[in-house]
């Protein structure tokens, strides 16, 4: 759920106003001078996801980077022959 650009930017002056009121304590206007940056990250990346669309488009390029290529793999495993020693009979090495 999307948050409205204009409840952010309230929150970010009010943000602003608490900072100014307590400039005399560092550690809390650096606090809220935290939570502004969070807070324009935040309508930044909201932006940027409606810039691009709906976020979710998925190219083939990407797929296939994510998922592999499955030809490469199916070839690239080994194939495994029974091979009989001595009156062995099995793959296993407890078959005598």
């Known amino acids: 759920m999307a948050v409205a650009t204009d409840t952010i930017l309230q929150k970010m002056k009010r943000e602003l106003e608490e900072a ?5 304590n560092e ?3 650096r606090k809220h001078i935290a939570n502004i940056q969070l807070l324009s990250e935040l309508l ?3 932006q940027s996801v409606a810039e ?3 976020g979710h488009d998925i190219t ?3 797929m296939k980077a994510m998922m592999g290529d499955k ?3 199916q070839s ?3 194939v495994q022959t029974t091979v009989n020693h001595d009156g062995a009979n ?3 090495i407890f078959d005598f």
């Not at 100014?20 to 005399?24: D, G, W």
């Open 52 to 54: 691009s669309g709906s």
């Open 44 to 46: 930044m990346e909201e």
């Open 20 to 24: 100014q009121r307590k400039s005399a």
């Open 71 to 73: 030809s490469a793999e």
């Open 60 to 62: 083939a390029g990407e």
């Open 76 to 78: 690239s495993k080994p």
């Open 90 to 92: 099995g793959d296993s």
């Open 27 to 29: 550690s809390v206007m």
